[in-house]
């Protein structure tokens, strides 16, 4: 059974209109995060949450927001999409402490129109 | 920053080849992982390292966790049609997670 569950698996949204993205995990693990992957290229990390701490990389556009309302919820909020957000997206998990396997969900493929 | 160097980029081989690659860092890991993506997917652990001098087997992959905590290499034995795919190490020290620019695998039948 799939343990982190991204949705939607694809996105079509608009040039500039808001758009939102879901991951869920039954796993109860307490860091969470986000990664932009363009084409045949390496995730870049884009935030994390330590819990409830929230982490944002320094080079992460303002564009990009993420909402944890639990442990097992997490949403990356773009507020206006441009042509070069389109990605895959991806949420993994990791227990606090780390130094074990991260678990990733299938990714959300956004297109932006 | 920590950096990871992965290779090689890419790989064309000939079905039934044998395949390494490895990841060398200036930065000592606690954990060494490798993880395959197969295109529109998410990428899936194929083996995780946890020890210094750690060398594991998962079928026909072989990965090896460096015995300075810098590096790390995963072999696939006998490549079949199936092996295709990005291959990334993933250096990991407390919840960080250093990923490797990825191997793109390619066999031939």
């Known amino acids: 059974d799939a343990m982190v569950i991204q949705n939607p698996r694809y996105q079509v949204t608009q040039f500039g209109k808001p758009v939102t993205l879901s991951c869920s995990q039954t796993?109860?693990?307490?860091?969470m995060y986000w990664y932009q992957q363009k084409s045949s290229q390496a995730p870049k990390l884009l935030f994390h949450?330590?819990?409830?701490?929230?982490?944002n990389e320094a080079d992460t556009p303002d564009n990009f927001q993420s909402r944890r309302p639990n442990t097992s919820f997490c949403f990356l909020d773009i507020r206006s999409p441009g042509l070069g957000d389109a990605a895959m997206y991806l949420c993994?998990?990791?227990?606090?402490?780390?130094?074990?396997?991260?678990?990733f969900g299938q990714g959300t493929r956004l297109t932006v129109v | 920053g920590q950096q990871l160097n992965q290779s090689p980029q890419s790989m064309f081989i000939q079905e039934g080849e044998d395949v390494s690659m490895n990841c060398t860092s200036s930065?000592?890991?606690?954990?060494w992982l490798w993880y395959k993506q197969d295109p529109g997917e998410g990428p899936v652990l194929l083996i995780a390292?946890?020890?210094?001098?750690e060398l594991t087997s998962n079928g026909r992959l072989t990965a090896q966790f460096g015995i300075t905590r810098k590096d790390s290499f995963l072999n696939i034995s006998a490549s079949i049609p199936s092996d295709v795919g990005i291959y990334f190490c993933?250096?990991?020290?407390?919840?960080?997670?250093?990923f490797g620019a990825g191997t793109i695998l390619r066999v031939k039948s």
């Open positions: 930065s000592i890991f606690n954990t």
């Open positions: 796993l109860n693990h307490n860091v």
């Open positions: 993933v250096g990991e020290y407390g919840n960080k997670l250093v």
């Open positions: 390292l946890y020890k210094a001098g």
């Open positions: 949450y330590y819990d409830k701490d929230f982490n």
């Open positions: 993994a998990t990791t227990p606090i402490g780390g130094d074990t396997e991260a678990f």
